[in-house]
């Protein structure tokens, strides 16, 4: 497969989920560098800004195995990766596997139970095994996961630990959609308060696992020049000698950052990334692991407008 066939296999994607979710565009273009990049997605927004279904619409067009887990106060670590129960007419313990067992994991609300709980993900998401009673158990080479929460200052929420959101590689804010997006939805959706399911809407699978992993190679194979490399590292370090950040990104949101300018360049049909590939998604890729010193909070400083100044007074190659 080569670049242009990734370019156009995205399109493809594009264009069948846009059968059911209005606007959005930038997500699933997101998605797309997450899914071919070998890194999950943490979505942002209010209730009803269609995060859950855009998710399922995005498994059904991929042909990705989809496993969900409504994260609740209650959940226990063993809800999400399940369990040895014993059997009592075999006398011996077998293997429950949880949701998690999927090629795409929609944890929905992840915010909405306690870190012990998220952390039942930590493992799962860097070096896609669960161990279970000490033994390890392999999750398919595609495991992603696309968490969706509110907004942390809406009540009944825990914000996520340093360690959990440091293995996102994007966190993505979803915005309201234009009046005429809000209209059309209200025409196409008006009919049902329910959401239907994505096959309902006509959407159905254009892309086959043979095909995402082909375009994953491809991806990995994209050029990055020694100049490049530079511009990502230097936008790294200049979120940890940022007098408004308390801490900076870490060595691996560099790593990631790189692998996602690669499938960046890829959707766009080129073999070799250029700056701009990295400069359009260092916010998304960092706003997440860049903490507030307490004393920009009491100015009212926000980490998005910092990374942005982070991202203009950085020297980019020409």
């Known amino acids: 497969m080569t670049v242009n066939d990734v370019s156009a296999l995205a399109q493809e994607i594009r264009s069948e989920i846009g059968k059911a979710v209005i606007g959005q565009t930038d997500t699933v273009d997101l998605m797309l560098v997450a899914l071919f990049a070998g890194g999950h997605i ?55 596997k949880g949701p998690i067992f999927c090629d795409l994991l929609l944890a929905d609300e992840i915010n909405r139970t306690p870190p012990k ?121 200049a979120t940890r000698e940022t007098p408004s950040f308390e801490t900076g990104a870490s060595p691996r949101a560099g790593a990631m950052l790189a692998a996602a300018a690669r499938a960046c360049a890829a959707l766009d049909g080129r073999d070799y990334v250029i700056p701009d590939d990295v400069k359009k998604i260092a916010l998304p890729a960092l706003r997440h692991r860049a903490i507030l010193s307490p004393a920009a909070e009491i100015e009212g400083a926000v980490a998005d407008d910092v990374i942005a100044g982070v991202i203009a007074q950085t020297d980019a190659p020409r």
Do not use: W
């Open 42 to 96: 943490l979505l942002e927004g209010a209730p009803g800004t269609a995060k859950t279904f855009l998710a399922q619409c995005f498994a059904t067009a991929t042909s990705l195995k989809f496993g969900r887990v409504q994260f609740t106060p209650d959940l226990m670590p063993g809800d999400i990766i399940g369990t040895n129960l014993f059997d009592f007419k075999t006398h011996e313990f077998s293997l429950v």
């Open 117 to 237: 709980t998220q952390a039942a993900l930590l493992e799962a998401m860097q070096e896609r095994v669960v161990t279970i009673d000490g033994k390890a158990h392999a999750l398919g080479k595609r495991f992603t996961v696309i968490a969706t929460q509110n907004p942390i200052e809406q009540q009944g929420t825990y914000p996520l630990p340093e360690a959990q959101l440091d293995r996102f590689l994007f966190k993505h804010i979803l915005d309201y959609p234009t009046r005429e997006q809000e209209l059309e939805i209200v025409a196409r959706h008006g009919a049902r308060t329910g959401s239907a399911k994505p096959k309902a809407m006509g959407i159905s699978s254009v892309a086959s696992a043979a095909q995402i992993s082909a375009a994953v190679d491809t991806v990995a194979g994209v050029r990055l020049t020694d100049e490049v490399i530079t511009y990502v590292v230097d936008l790294i370090r």
